[in-house]
């Protein structure tokens, strides 16, 4: 079983480059399947969820080639418009190629993805655009197949600013005869991207950055080149590390523009956080971070607002701050799973709905505990850098689905980190 030893109660420091976005790549990956050439992609994470997605899209008939962290993407021919089922249930994302094969087959099967530790994470709204393009949807017993004679540009509502749902949309319409108009799209910079990565590639997207995205379908698309732009979630991942253990570091290639949420909320725990100064703004953060945080009240919420995927990492930093903090979590139902852990390690929190109440103390004590998803894997490997004695994390290898390699990222900031098994 994977498992992760950290021992903490030590300052981080140190400089790292972040890894390409997991959640930028991934749409990416799936719009490759929209043109008939190839498409070229640099800074890709070699993370296990870029992996799954390669097969996916092999298995539809492209030609891949991965280079470190160069990927070329063949989608010249495409045989298949079924999503093999084990990919489902491995990768929730995978529903992000049902888009691309309706915009280049006009049909796609898939199933469920299913839900998670946090959360039911349905597809209605995925499946609604679809139809709002006149794709015929079919659900039987968990299986999904969508087909279109033709798709035809329309107009498409969401109630809530799904990310996938914004992308399957803008997959879905490209190539669909007409305009369409995505009213209520997310606004996530994973969003802007891949619209940037489809007008590159011949698609005719604009609005882009607004929560109004208007499409006219275009007849073909071609191949490009494109650079993944840095995860920001990552590089908050780290920040929020260094908030929690104290210390200080550099994220280079940490986009700043697109963290501001994630910084006001560091410098309110008490962290310096600024650009890299004297460089252009996009070349990195630095952060410094002296005695306990401070506390705050917290709430995640859609793009710009407080990214979710940050929350469980912030529980590890408010489990030390001076005083009592409160988390609520407006984007997942379920997505407080690593507190139980976070407990285990002396951390004292109420979870009260969708609110976590955070009574901060001086030190978390090292312990044995288990990653229950991604996000919340990591957290505890920040609240193992600010613990005293040594933790075990067990069940590692979710945090591997998104992050490079988080031992080596956090032992080039001087964390006493490593992997313990294969
Ligand atoms: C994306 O998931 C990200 N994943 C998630 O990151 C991230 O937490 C999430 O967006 C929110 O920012 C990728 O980009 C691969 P949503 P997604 O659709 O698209 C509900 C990580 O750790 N909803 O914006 O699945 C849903 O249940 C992952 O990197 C519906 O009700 O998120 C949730 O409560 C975790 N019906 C809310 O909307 C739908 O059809 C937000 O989900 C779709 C979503």
Redesign the pocket.
């Known amino acids: 079983m994977s498992e992760i030893r950290v021992c903490g109660y030590r300052p981080l420091s140190g400089e790292i480059k972040i890894q390409g976005s997991?959640?930028?790549v991934?749409?990416m990956l799936a719009a490759s399947i929209l043109q008939k050439g190839t498409v070229q992609f640099t800074n890709v994470p070699i993370i296990q969820?870029v992996a799954c997605m390669v097969g996916i899209l092999e298995f539809m008939g492209c030609r891949c080639r991965l280079e470190g962290s160069r990927l070329s993407v063949d989608a010249s021919e495409i045989e298949h418009t079924q999503i093999p089922k084990e990919d489902v249930g491995k990768m929730?994302?995978s529903?992000?190629v049902m888009g691309a094969l309706l915009g280049r087959k006009k049909r796609a099967v898939t199933w469920y993805p299913g839900g998670?530790t946090?959360?039911?994470?349905?597809?209605?709204?995925?499946?609604?655009a679809f139809s709002c393009l006149g794709v015929q949807v079919k659900e039987e017993e968990g299986r999904v197949e969508a087909f279109a004679d033709t798709l035809n540009g329309s107009r498409i509502v969401f109630p809530?600013?799904?990310?996938?749902?914004?992308?399957n949309a803008l997959l879905a319409a490209v190539l669909a005869e007409g305009e369409t108009e995505i009213s209520g799209a997310?606004k996530?910079p994973?969003i802007e991207s891949l619209c940037r990565f489809l007008n590159q590639m011949g698609a005719d997207i604009r609005g882009i950055g607004s929560g109004r995205l208007r499409i006219r379908g275009v007849k073909e698309l071609h191949g490009t080149e494109f650079e993944v732009p840095g995860d920001r979630?990552a590089a908050g991942t780290y920040l929020i590390a260094v908030a929690a253990a104290g210390g200080e570091a550099g994220i280079l290639n940490a986009p700043w523009e697109d963290m501001q949420e994630v910084v006001q909320v560091l410098r309110a725990v008490g962290a310096t956080v600024e650009p890299f100064s004297g460089k252009p703004k996009r070349a990195g953060i630095e952060i410094k971070m002296k005695g306990r945080p401070k506390a705050i009240h917290l709430a995640t919420g859609?793009?710009p607002e407080f990214?979710?995927?940050l929350q469980s990492p912030m529980l590890a930093v408010l489990t030390r701050a001076e005083g009592t903090s409160i988390i609520e979590e407006r984007?997942?139902?379920a997505r407080f799973k690593t507190v139980g852990e976070l407990w285990k390690m002396g951390a004292q929190i109420e979870i009260m709905g969708n609110r976590a109440v955070i009574y901060g103390k001086n030190r978390l004590r090292g312990t044995d505990v288990k990653a229950w998803?991604?996000?919340g894997g990591a957290a505890l490997a920040a609240a193992a850098l600010a613990a005293q004695g040594e933790t075990r994390i067990s069940d590692c290898i979710y945090i591997e689905r998104?992050y490079e390699d988080i031992c080596r990222d956090l032992r080039c900031l001087n964390g006493a980190i490593e992997r313990l098994s294969p």
């Open positions: 997991k959640n930028g991934l749409p969820d929730r994302s529903i992000l998670c946090i959360g039911s994470r349905p597809i209605d709204l995925h499946l609604k809530f600013p799904s990310v996938g749902a914004t992308e997310a996530e994973e979630i859609p793009y990214p979710t995927d984007v997942f139902e998803d991604l996000r998104g």
